[in-house]
């Protein structure tokens, strides 16, 4: 069973990001998941043309202020998610066009599609809880954002 904090790394949780952009923030999150460790540097400007170009097919924003922009690749060696929340709210050309407070970037090996689905499974079961949604957004540090992925974690195990 894939839980949340299994696929975000410690330093893939960008409090307040800098970005007021899509591409920006997709930059932004690329960036922290290879700093984590959770991809290698010589693959980053590919990742982020690989999100973006998937982005420009279809926005995954999907409303209620969420975008889980995601990417399979064969340099990936292990699923890996960012997290990366925004006071602001940034045009994600989401379904509601409603700004996005909350992204959930996640890359994962491409030879390894069933881990992706349970993965994006996993991340779309906890953002389509109103609570989970309200608390990340009002999340105060990256520490809060942890504990509410431990918390989820655990709740899921329990039902």
């Known amino acids: 069973m894939i839980k949340m904090t299994d696929i975000v790394p410690q330093g893939a949780i960008v409090h307040q990001v800098r970005s007021t952009t899509r591409e920006e923030v997709v930059v932004e999150l690329v960036d922290a998941l290879i700093a984590a460790g959770g991809a290698d540097a010589s693959i980053r400007d ?6 973006l170009d998937r982005e420009r097919k279809g926005s995954t924003g999907f409303g209620k202020g969420v975008a889980v922009p995601h990417v399979k690749h064969p340099g990936v ?5 960012a997290i990366g929340l925004s006071s602001r709210g940034i045009d994600f050309s989401s379904l509601d066009r409603q700004p996005v407070f909350s992204v959930v970037l ?3 090996p491409e030879q ?3 881990e992706h689905l349970q993965a994006m499974e996993i991340i779309f079961k906890n953002l389509s809880k109103e609570n989970f949604r309200r608390f990340l957004r ?3 540090s ?3 954002v942890r504990g509410l ?3 989820a974690d655990q709740q899921h195990l329990i039902g």
């Open 112 to 114: 390894k599609p069933e």
């Open 142 to 144: 990256v520490d809060d």
């Open 106 to 108: 996640l890359m994962s």
């Open 77 to 81: 060696k292990r699923m890996a998610a």
């Open 149 to 151: 992925l431990e918390e």
């Open 138 to 140: 009002q999340a105060q």
């Open 46 to 51: 590919d990742l982020v043309k690989r999100v």
